[in-house]
């Protein structure tokens, strides 16, 4: 850590957007697979993808388990570190938004976050556990 400034660890944390992007692909998406984060549409790299999953993994933001019906592939979890970032991920879509309303989210989404905010989370969060 460079600094004691929270805004400094947490980029020092995410690193770079791919971390950001893997989480909101498992957050949104229900993305579990390798394979499934190499066809997001950013076309992540793979050798950044291994890194990222990697690093994910070391700092306790996702799991990983050997995929029961194909041993040789690994699917990826949430941990509960890592969907405690849902607000914040929620708060940046807002953001985005407020500021460029032609972005891939509907007015109707975002208003829901912002009037609703608990209960969206609550919707992920059920998401997360089945």
Do not use: H
């Not at 993305?31 to 993808?49: M, V």
């Not at 460029?100 to 969060?125: D, G, P």
């Amino acid at each position: 850590m460079r600094s004691e400034c929270p805004i400094s660890f947490a980029l020092d944390f995410f690193g770079d957007k791919w971390t950001l992007l893997i989480i909101r692909d498992m957050i949104f998406d229900q993305k579990r697979f390798y394979k499934d984060f190499q066809n997001s549409g950013e076309k992540i790299a793979t050798n950044i993808l291994s890194d990222r999953l990697k690093k994910l993994e070391q700092n306790g933001v996702i799991r990983s388990e050997v995929y029961a019906l194909k041993k040789t592939q690994k699917e990826y979890f949430l941990t509960e570190k890592g969907k405690s970032l849902l607000p914040v991920l929620l708060d940046m879509m807002v953001w985005s938004f407020d500021y460029n309303n032609e972005l891939n989210v509907t007015a109707e989404f975002i208003q829901k976050v912002k009037n609703s905010r608990e209960e969206v989370i609550q919707y992920f969060e059920e998401k997360f556990s089945e």
